[in-house]
């Protein structure tokens, strides 16, 4: 689960990180109060989307002269005019491909004369099993290209969960940094405070882009990234709350009501699959039968008639989708349940694209036995290699 930079950053000034005072504006006029509130006399803009890149990006409303979506303001009225120009319109950046996002909520923040800008991030590391944090001289900068080009200057450091954050962590971290005296004591006080909120709130990800050093030789976090272990938030209720479904694809959430694992892809066959590493194999072999696959879809061990009939409505509100492959493996859930919940599903949706089965597992003959008797034009297939070649034929056959 993603947040916005300003939740971001009050969950992270509650845990003592050094942050600067900013408010959170719904409005225009919310946002010329934030900013009246501010020390100033310089203010920062930022539109709220949960997307990087947002200081380059453009709006499409706007022209390509236009500036980004992160703006210096120097009175109230260039907040007011920088708000007009963000607030209702479509950011694009290169992390929110050619459609871009909508900008309902901005970020007023106190402006900072900044010295020099860093990258700190905490992750989990899943290789070692460890929390990560990475450390790196370039701050600012788009990080994949500094990873890349300069991977040397790029600096990982694991804590083992048995000892937890040590002083020799943050010594690490400000060598990474290359700070010194005072500004590497504080260095390592951030650390340890980012970890404090990393555990604390069942973090995935905190990423600060930049940790700048400010004029008067300060410390300060001056943007943040964080996102939680969706798994993890029935434990801080606080947190859930946060969340911007604006922000989210509608069919993803309404999977989630149906506790169905759902992400849209660029693709035009829609795939419904009992279990991760199975859907993984299937949307490998779409591909490589030459065609996309429109989605990743999990149905899980339990595909009862109600989630297969979700998972088809789901699928076929792509308008891209051209056809369905269904590959299931009946182990907990049987076969031919599987097969009269497909059948229901197919009838209640009014199906209209080509469909073809593959069920393997415990009563895989009566399963395809009921398929076969439906009268609905169902496409049953052998195996998953035997399941692909046949949706690609099916779906180039109707176009």
């Known amino acids: 689960m993603n947040i916005h930079e300003y939740q971001a950053k009050d969950i992270l000034a509650r845990f003592g990180a050094p942050v600067p005072a900013g408010h959170a504006a719904m409005s225009i006029e919310a946002a010329v109060e934030a900013a009246r509130q501010l020390p100033g006399p310089v203010y920062v803009v930022k539109a709220q989307i949960h997307a990087g890149g947002r200081g380059k990006g453009k709006f499409k409303e706007l022209g390509p002269d236009a500036k980004g979506g992160v703006r210096l303001a120097k009175s109230l009225d260039e907040v007011r005019s920088a708000a007009t120009d963000m607030l209702g319109n479509t950011l694009v950046t290169v992390q929110t491909g050619p459609a871009g996002k909508q900008v309902n909520r901005l970020y007023i923040t106190d402006g ?72 590497a004591k504080q260095a390592a006080k951030v650390t340890a405070k980012l970890y404090d909120a990393f555990l604390g709130t069942d973090a995935a990800q905190i990423e600060i882009n930049p940790l700048a050093v400010t004029a008067d030789d300060k410390l300060v976090v001056l943007d943040a990234k964080v996102g939680f272990d969706s798994n993890a938030m029935f434990r801080h209720k606080d947190l859930e709350a946060l969340r911007d479904e604006t922000e989210e694809d509608p069919a993803e959430l309404e999977a989630g009501k149906h506790d169905l694992a759902y992400i849209k892809l660029d693709g035009n066959i829609g795939c419904m699959v009992n279990g991760a590493g199975l859907a993984m194999a ?28 979700a998972a088809f409505k789901i699928i076929l509100k792509d308008p891209a989708v051209k056809g369905i492959l269904v590959n299931i493996f009946g182990g907990i859930m049987k076969c031919d349940i599987i097969a009269e919940g497909i059948i229901a599903a197919a009838k209640e949706v009014n199906l209209a694209v080509p469909l073809v089965v593959r069920l393997e597992g415990t009563n895989v003959q009566q399963g395809k036995d009921i398929l076969a008797g439906s009268g609905l034009p169902i496409v049953a297939a052998n195996d998953l290699g035997d399941a692909a070649k046949k949706i690609v034929a099916e779906v180039r056959k109707a176009a």
Not at 285 to 305: H, Q, R, T, Y
């Open 112 to 183: 900072v004369d900044i010295a020099k800008e860093f990258y700190l991030a905490l992750l989990v590391d899943r290789g070692s099993g460890r929390v990560a944090i990475v450390a790196s001289t370039e701050g600012g900068m788009d990080i994949e290209t500094v990873a890349h080009d300069t991977p040397e200057k790029i600096h990982t450091i694991t804590v083992d969960p048995a000892t937890g954050l040590m002083p020799h962590h943050g010594r690490a971290v400000a060598k990474a940094l290359n700070l010194s005296g005072d500004l």
């Open 282 to 309: 299937t949307m490998d072999i779409i591909k490589l039968n030459g065609e996309f696959p429109a989605n990743f879809l999990d149905v899980g061990g339990g595909a009862s008639k109600e989630k297969v009939t």
